[in-house]
């Protein structure tokens, strides 16, 4: 896959199916449309061109907003890069390409940028100053600049409407399970390691304690959870704690992973960690021996389910 970051230098497409849109998540509905896409594009002996934003439209049409991104820009690249697709471009987002009318952005961005075959886009794409462009246009203005116009229709998984809305949902309320469910692959984020009260080594757990490496990555609900955890030696099996500890009093937010049969220092260090499921809710313990006892179990039920 060929990444473009902007549009000043792109190459000359042939017979180019593209799709648009922000696919934070590039979950089982984007890979429909994705695989849709590279379809087309071997059907007419052309190439298949995804077309992203950065940063993500709502930070500029609603600034001050926090975001809550499933996937960071680099996560992204690297899930889009496993897809088969030929080329990404990432375009600036900014507040002027956001006001530009629907009949615009159809001529002036994508007719002109990347003269297309086909477009192929998904059920509810909307696009243009205030969302005003919609499949409809898209099909009027197809008899004028000769291109073709594919809908992909909703997919649903298990009767459940994937969307980015829902996983995010999911993520929040650590429904993990089902979050997982919708994306087709194990919800992930990065941390660095940094320093903790290293109470977890004198539990007989040592932890590596975790600071989110984007701060508009989304978060995770608290509690615990059976985790991989990828390291550049390999990936490891552990369970993960966020939370604010209630069995100790007054302990702020921590986002700790305990990893299975590995005694290395993590300092400074980035490590990945993917979520492969929910296993309870943070409880306050009468005493560190009921925790300790707690922990144990944890791991028994990590262990076995991953």
């Known amino acids: 896959m060929q990444v473009h970051q902007g549009i000043e230098k792109l190459p000359q497409f042939s017979n180019s199916v593209i799709t648009i849109g922000t696919f934070d ?3 089982k509905g984007h890979k429909k449309i994705i695989q849709s896409l590279i ?14 934003f950065h940063p993500h439209p709502r930070k500029i049409v609603h600034p001050g907003q926090p975001l809550q991104l499933i996937n960071t820009l680099k996560e992204k690249i690297k899930l889009l890069s496993e897809t088969g697709v030929d080329h990404l471009v990432i375009v600036p987002f900014n507040k002027d390409f956001s006001e530009q009318t629907a009949d615009n952005y159809i001529e002036d961005f994508l007719v002109k940028n990347f003269e297309p075959h086909t477009i192929t886009i998904g059920y509810d794409h909307h696009f243009g100053n205030n969302r005003e462009g919609n499949i409809e246009l898209l099909m009027k203005k ?6 073709r116009l594919l809908e992909i229709p909703k997919l649903t998984v298990d009767e459940i409407g994937v969307s980015s809305t829902k996983i995010r949902k999911a993520i929040l309320n650590s429904e993990i399970d089902a979050a997982n469910l919708l994306l087709g692959y194990d919800f992930f984020f990065e941390g660095l390691v940094i ?19 984007d701060p508009e990555k989304i978060k995770l609900g608290y509690g615990v959870y059976a985790v991989y955890v990828h390291l550049n030696n390999g ?11 209630p069995t100790l009093t007054g302990s702020d937010e921590k986002v700790e992973v305990n990893i299975f049969d590995f005694d290395e220092d993590l300092y400074g260090k980035k490590i990945t960690v993917a979520v492969k499921t929910f296993l309870r809710r943070q409880e306050k313990y ?13 791991k028994e039920n990590s262990l076995s389910i991953l």
């Open 286 to 298: 009468n005493s560190l021996d009921e925790l300790k006892e707690q922990l144990k179990r944890d």
């Open 39 to 52: 379809s087309e594009a071997e059907k007419i002996k052309g190439e298949s061109v995804i077309i992203t």
């Open 195 to 213: 320093p903790g009260d290293k109470l977890g080594r004198t539990l007989g757990y040592p932890t590596a304690n975790l600071s989110y490496t």
């Open 235 to 245: 990936i490891k099996k552990g369970m993960l704690s966020i939370g604010n500890r």
């Open 142 to 147: 197809s008899h004028d600049f000769g291109y």
């Open 25 to 27: 998540g590039v979950h």
